[in-house]
């Protein structure tokens, strides 16, 4: 049986596909969600990965650990599993690993150890608008030092522009600028010819959002914070953290908003906020121009031409009515990014990774000319994905991905004995850790 595995990584959470032989991708569900927050918990043995682990954390349990992206800045950081002592930029491979110890368990009925999966198993990484550069080779180097060879970083940006092409949003005269919101940053990505790298990228803090968004977030917690005065909570943690929660809400908006909401305490809590007192609140909000001075800016420095710019909205935060029309009255060619777009580019991402293209339904293409869409020659491969093992194949059309970069550190040992499988992620009873991967020759 041939599987790929694809692992989504942002700061906050990783997210876990997968397809097995020729069948379409599915999510990885682990305990009712293919998401699994970045927390994590060892003490001796014992290892937990997400849910469970941010509840201890959020204890202050001494043997609990998040903020990764942060804890790892520090080198003389460690945690100890096995009796043995390891930085912590190692947890995010142990965690990852024990999901892929689930998949072979749960998925493909084996119980063989991950040990001998690691070599030819297909693996691959698609990192987050939030993940920066030096941060993706760290990544892919704790999984190629370990022995996962059949590795590469899948390029999104090239698969969506590839569908948002067939659908004829976008044409090789365009412009491209992508926003994309995430956990309240607001991300720009400038394309002169998305066939291409982009020109340039910027993020701003706080404008990541419709700011009906983080306005609602605000109120919400105002009201947490005044029906439960005993509480002590980082208010701009917590506002950040129920963002998407709040999309959720405007898009169903009615005169009372009410519910209840679950912090990162893992507690969920009951609120009430006026549709009215939110409009008001509103009537002051005033930081659009900050948004379109960025845009501006971008142009400008590249001298590209607002008329034959597209702006692509990506991501819930933003994909919204509201900061759709905010852009429209300043920007002629201003498009949300659909889920029907989303699906057919994870659809496209597989077939790169399986060596096969997915051409859209004929009644869905539209006459575009270029030399990078899959119209009617499928046999082309798509260069979504390059392996991290080999250099880069550069591509007639769209950039090839970047190649992993290897580390200098090495893996931990592999343990003398097997621990038992399948790993079960249990709040109650902490399931062992996969096996520790060989020592890197």
Known sequence: MTFRLLVKISRRLVSFWYQANSNAYAPLIIKDSNEVLLYFYVN?????????????????HPNAYGDYFEIIKDPAKHFTIY??????????????????????????????????????????F????????????????LFIDAGY?????????AALFEVLAGWGVITPRNHVLLLNGLNGTLYFKLYENFQQGPVSAL????????????????????????????LSIDIEKETGAILPFCTDQLNQLSPVIKGEVELTDGHKYWFQVKERTLNERLQFYSNDQVVYNNID???????????????????????????????????????????VWLKDTMELVFAGLSKKVVVPPASARVSVTTSHLPVSDS??????????SSPPVPAPSLPPAVPAASSSSPAPPLPAAKPPLPPVMNKNKPPLPPPLPPSKK
Not at 379 to 388: E, M, Q, T
């Open 126 to 141: 698609l990192f987050d608008v939030d993940i920066e550069d030096k941060e993706k080779a760290l990544i892919e180097s």
């Open 297 to 339: 800016g971008l142009l400008e420095e590249n001298k590209l031409n607002v008329d034959n710019t597209v702006v692509l909205l990506v991501g819930e935060e933003i994909s919204t009515s509201y900061f759709l029309n905010k852009l429209l009255k300043k920007y002629p060619r201003v498009k949300k990014v659909e889920p």
């Open 149 to 157: 060879f059949s590795t590469s970083r899948v390029n999104y940006d």
């Open 379 to 388: 046999s082309s491969p798509l260069p979504v994905s390059v392996p991290s």
């Open 44 to 60: 001796g043995n014992d290892f937990i990965f997400g849910n469970a682990a941010r509840d201890m954390f959020n204890q202050h």
């Open 83 to 124: 009796g043995n002592k390891k930085p912590v930029k190692q947890l995010f491979y142990y965690g990852v690993e024990q999901c892929l110890s689930f998949f072979i368990n749960t998925v493909l009925y084996k119980n063989d150890s991950i040990e001998s999966y690691r070599q030819h198993l297909s693996l691959h």
């Open 203 to 230: 993020s701003m803090d706080g404008q990541g959002a419709d700011p009906r968004v983080k306005l609602l977030a605000e109120m919400i917690i105002e009201y947490i914070i005044a029906q439960q005065s005993f």
